[in-house]
């Protein structure tokens, strides 16, 4: 595990059968990312595609929430450092092809709530396992920002693009079990029931013909690799929108628990 050493906010463990359980780890913050949480679930996946012993990829979130998302903190200095917005772009696109390019299957346990770069993880992973009661939510515009990472790029091919436009533009979550309806994840169980569901799965593909599943995923990724356009426009929308006066009065709602007056 010694090329794992140094993360700090995800919690790496290895299986006999193959499978390294991913573990978004911010105890006291609902797992949120931070710049360093952003930083490692971007370099996760090249680390892992280099490491011969892993042959799928398990992630979750610690306790009972997958992830609430960017750090409030760190959203606020991309929205005041032009800097920080800058690279926050380049990690933000990172994060998304690297998911698309990993060959190994992913499969993702979604349990409570999981927003931003968390809901990108969960639903871009290969196989979404999430609970009934989960929460998902995409809450860009809420926050004064246009709807840009994976959202244009993979929610109109997973639930169509009606849902896609109601959702992205309204904020509304979803549960679990309506995403399941809507085809937006792969299955929708009972909450005690998501991490051995999930890890059912990871690990029968990890004993699943390698080249076959990789072949297969390559394939079928495809679609969103023929998309990259439509992602890359909405991220530069989306990173746009931090330069703007919205987001400032988006953060201020959030942190004071209010509506926002836009």
């Known amino acids: 595990m010694d090329r794992y050493a140094g993360y700090q906010r995800l919690r790496l463990s290895r299986t006999a059968d193959g499978v390294l359980q991913v573990t978004i780890h911010n105890p006291g913050r609902a797992n949120a990312l931070d710049a360093a949480g ?3 679930i971007t370099r996760i996946w090249r680390d892992a595609e280099t490491d011969d ?3 799928a990829v398990l992630v979750t979130g610690a306790g009972s929430t997958f992830s609430a ?3 409030l903190d760190w959203v606020q200095s991309l929205a005041d450092d032009p800097q920080a917005r800058i690279a926050g772009l380049r990690e933000a696109r990172e994060l998304v092809t690297n998911l698309i390019e990993f060959t190994k299957p992913v499969v993702s ?3 409570g709530a999981a927003v ?3 809901l990108v993880v969960a639903l871009l992973a290969d196989v979404s396992v999430v609970a009934n009661n989960a929460r998902l939510i995409d809450g860009h515009t809420k926050l ?3 709807a840009g990472d994976h959202a244009p790029l993979v929610w109109p091919l997973l639930c169509g693009l009606a849902k896609a436009k109601y959702h992205l533009l309204t904020c509304d979550p979803l549960d679990g079990a309506e995403a399941e309806r809507i085809g937006l994840v792969s299955l929708a169980v009972d909450e005690d029931d998501v991490l051995d ?3 059912e799965i990871a690990a029968r593909l990890a004993s699943g013909a390698p080249d076959a599943l990789r072949w297969t995923k390559q394939a079928l990724n495809s679609w969103l690799r023929a998309a990259m356009p439509h992602f890359d426009a909405a991220l530069a929308l989306e990173f746009l929108g931090f330069a703007g006066q919205e987001v400032q009065e988006g953060l201020a ?3 004071e628990k209010r509506p926002p007056a836009f």
Do not use: Y
Request: hydrophobic share 40%; aromatic share 0%.
């Open 253 to 255: 709602a959030l942190k």
């Open 116 to 118: 931003g770069a968390g």
């Open 69 to 71: 998302g960017g750090d």
């Open 109 to 111: 346990a979604v349990r």
């Open 38 to 40: 952003h930083a490692e």
């Open 53 to 55: 012993r892993v042959r």
């Open 197 to 199: 569901r999930a890890g």
């Open 144 to 146: 004064g920002v246009a």
